[in-house]
């Protein structure tokens, strides 16, 4: 969903036309504290049509107060792509998988990207129609 007209850019050709500003689009960021735990997230995400793509950045060392102590880990950074719309599914299925009593759920709006790839997250997020087809 375009909340405003793209940008055109005299001279620069159509490429430069396809921007948006404003996106529904999301990038929500957690933590795992094994690979076989971001995988079972990450796979889940994507085959439960929540999230178009999620990275998964090995071994982020993480330093943080947890019950009064500083603690220290190794953790998996997810990089999850996905929708406004979808969001809190996102956040009840990270709930849901992870094996942390609080685990990050961080969700950050996309405010521009190019507009064959912002169609993309939308088509690849359930219950996202592609603009100008027909179901």
């Known amino acids: 969903m375009l909340t405003a007209a793209p940008l055109v850019v005299e001279g620069l050709g159509p490429k430069a036309e396809s921007r948006f500003y404003m996106t529904d689009k999301r990038i929500v960021l957690t933590t795992a504290g094994s690979e076989e735990e971001a995988r079972k997230i990450a ?14 950045v090995p071994q982020v060392r993480s330093i943080y ?8 880990a ?3 950074l997810l990089i999850v792509k996905t929708t406004e719309s979808a969001f809190d599914k996102v956040r009840r299925a ?5 094996s942390y009593d609080l685990p990050e759920c961080i969700c950050l709006p996309v405010e521009d990207g190019s507009a064959e790839y912002l169609n993309w997250i939308g088509e690849s997020v359930e ?3 592609p603009k100008g087809k027909k179901s």
Not at 43 to 56: E, K, P, T
Not at 65 to 72: F, L, N
């Open 43 to 56: 796979r889940a995400l994507i085959g439960r049509q929540l999230a178009a793509c999620v990275n998964i």
């Open 74 to 76: 190794q953790e998996w």
């Open 94 to 98: 990270i709930a849901a998988l992870h």
């Open 127 to 129: 219950g996202q129609k």
């Open 65 to 72: 107060r947890w019950q009064g102590k500083v603690e220290e």
